[in-house]
T-cell receptor, first 111, second 114 residues
Framework: SQKIEQNSEALNIQEGKTATLTCNYT??????LQWYRQDPGRGPVFLLL?????KEKRKERLKVTFDTTLKQSLFHITASQPADSATYLCAPPGGGFKTIFGAGTRLFVKA | DSGVTQTPKHLITATGQRVTLRCSPR?????VYWYQQSLDQGLQFLIQ???????AKGNILERFSAQQFPDLHSELNLSSLELGDSALYFCASSPRWADAYEQYFGPGTRLTVT
């Protein structure tokens, strides 16, 4: 069955550094993948969508890559700030119009 | 503010009861999604509607049902509630039925079953 894996352990980094989060998928080949940010007790917020024919996509300090050979997407936040502390979810389609959300990786950016 | 509204924000009820959660999508969005997020659990897709029709079904229990009305608002009905149904329930909307579009999430309804 389709499986999504994100770093289960929290990622702790220092302010100003680049945070890199990983999303691995198995048993299928999604045509695209989305990344969302979720703060505790709040709804996820859409960040970026990358399609299989796009190697990389950027938005301000955010960058997403999509490697269909490795079956992996990397999400980078450059010049990270304490306000970037949140849980980041990757979300490929689940087939039949469903969306699968990964369990998320918690990011803590220390000042 | 995503433009998606959900009511109520909080709901406390007893086991065996029935509740209705309401969602109004962003203006112009035709698709509505429902998700369940239990404590320390990921988002679980429940069901999707597009312009009034059910489009996709996820891990939705038979005790749960949903519908989307002509004005595009949606309701999620949860019946015979159990303690394990306590969770955050999110509604999201997107402009198209195809899932290659971002979803805009509401603030959620926190359901506590006692």
């Amino acid at each position: 069955s389709q499986k999504i894996e994100q770093n289960s352990e929290a990622l702790n980094i220092q302010e100003g550094k680049t945070a890199t989060l990983t999303c691995n998928y198995t048993n299928y080949s999604p045509a695209y993948l989305q990344w969302y940010r979720q703060d505790p007790g709040r709804g996820p917020v859409f960040l970026l969508l990358i399609r299989e024919n796009e190697k990389e996509k950027r938005k301000e300090r955010l960058k997403v890559t999509f490697d269909t050979t490795l079956k992996q997407s990397l999400f980078h936040i450059t010049a990270s700030q304490p306000a970037d502390s949140a849980t980041y979810l990757c979300a490929p389609p689940g087939g039949g119009f469903k969306t699968i959300f990964g369990a998320g990786t918690r990011l803590f950016v220390k000042a | 503010d995503s433009g998606v509204t959900q009511t109520p924000k909080h709901l406390i009820t007893a086991t065996g009861q029935r509740v209705t959660l309401r969602c109004s999508p962003r203006s112009g969005d035709l698709s509505v999604y429902w998700y369940q997020q239990s404590l320390d659990q990921g988002l679980q897709f429940l069901i999707q509607y597009y312009n009034g029709e059910e489009r996709a079904k996820g891990n939705i229990l038979e005790r749960f049902s949903a519908q989307q009305f002509p004005d595009l608002h949606s309701e999620l009905n949860l019946s015979s509630l159990e303690l394990g149904d306590s969770a955050l329930y999110f509604c999201a909307s997107s402009p198209r039925w195809a899932d290659a579009y971002e979803q805009y999430f509401g603030p959620g309804t926190r359901l506590t079953v006692t």
